[in-house]
């Protein structure tokens, strides 16, 4: 794993602005607001405020933490039919905002976790991936208080589109967190990958998949993704997962925030591919993502001449 240089403040914030996905046309979509009637509900312990000028609408709700009940903040939908939907949530940002808000999703499967840094990339969409919902008119997206980070949990708007148009392929970052020049970058001496990124950056599963929780010395916090297609996506140095072992995801569904956990010099992602035991090189993969293009096959990628290999000082990270 190679040093990675720490972030200046700046740098870092730009890292994690998030780009919000493109709304297929022919998607259905659903857009909630806190203010929408009959569509919001939250606790006595929430307040309403307009201080920010990057709300939705004309207001948008806050509490403080709270570390012994979640007393969540719910989004009511209607959802016209099962299936997969893109959730994302529109909040201000602001400095003393809580950075691991945890926004509850309600899928067909379980409520799903996703933790969110309210202290940057407001005003605009923040995708917290795609998920399997049920259909009916029911409490979809809930913002919760337990946190154990200070600051205010902020819930202002929810957008929710239908399948129609979904992606097959994310890329492990929102498309704004690196330059396309990041994604060739050689490793160390196997095959994977390093992606400079600060603390706390949202991370996405490339493609639909199993996910398996890695936590030990060398990756640390990280996910082994079983896809579609049966190859194997490790992520590694996350600084907590947004999914618990054996979920479900699709595409684009954030599995994680980066970090600097287990055997790691600086704050990054480590990103791997690997079929069978044979781990392939993922460059061409991530450039062709970035790219917007559809990847190669994960069996079609090539497992040398992505690595510096005289070197061997870095002890390689085990398949899992």
């Keep these: 794993m190679k040093t990675i240089t720490r972030l200046s403040a700046a740098a870092l914030a730009a890292c994690l602005a998030l780009l919000a996905p493109a709304v297929p046309a022919n998607a259905a979509t659903t857009t909630v607001d806190n203010a929408t009637a009959g569509q919001f509900t939250a606790g006595a312990d929430w307040g309403t405020s307009a201080w920010s000028a990057q709300r939705y609408g004309a207001d948008y709700r806050f509490a403080a933490p709270n570390t012994t009940t979640s007393d ?3 989004f009511k939908a209607s959802i016209a ?10 909040y201000p940002a ?13 899928t067909a499967d379980g409520t799903r976790s996703v933790v969110v840094d309210q202290r940057s990339g407001g005003g605009r969409w923040v995708s917290l991936g795609t ?4 259909a009916g008119d029911y409490n979809v997206v809930g913002v919760s208080r337990w946190t154990s980070q200070p600051g205010y949990v902020v819930a202002d708007a929810v957008r929710i589109t239908s399948s129609a148009g979904t992606p097959a392929f994310s890329l492990p970052l929102a498309r704004g967190a690196l ?4 994604y060739d970058d050689p490793h160390h001496d196997y095959p994977a990958i390093d992606l400079p990124v600060g603390t706390g950056t949202p991370v996405y599963a490339v493609r639909a998949g199993t996910v398996t929780v890695i936590d030990d010395s060398l990756c640390g916090r990280g996910i082994n993704l079983t896809g579609t297609d049966g190859a194997i996506y490790t992520y590694c140095h996350f600084s907590s997962w947004s999914v618990s072992g054996g979920a479900s995801v699709g595409a684009g569904q954030q599995i994680g925030l980066s970090g600097n956990t287990g055997n790691s010099t600086g704050p990054h992602l480590h990103f791997g591919i690997r079929t069978g035991s044979t781990r392939r090189c993922p460059q061409n993969f991530l450039l062709a993502l970035y790219d917007g293009a559809t990847p190669p096959a994960a069996s079609s990628l090539p497992t040398t001449g992505c690595f510096y290999a005289t070197r061997s000082a870095e002890p390689v990270i085990p398949l899992g």
């Design 72 to 74: 969540a903040a719910w």
């Design 179 to 182: 330059p396309r020049s990041e």
């Design 131 to 134: 998920f399997t919902l049920s």
């Design 81 to 90: 039919t099962a299936g997969a939907h893109l959730v994302e949530v529109w």
């Design 94 to 106: 602001d400095a003393g905002y809580n950075s691991a808000t945890p926004f509850l999703v309600a």
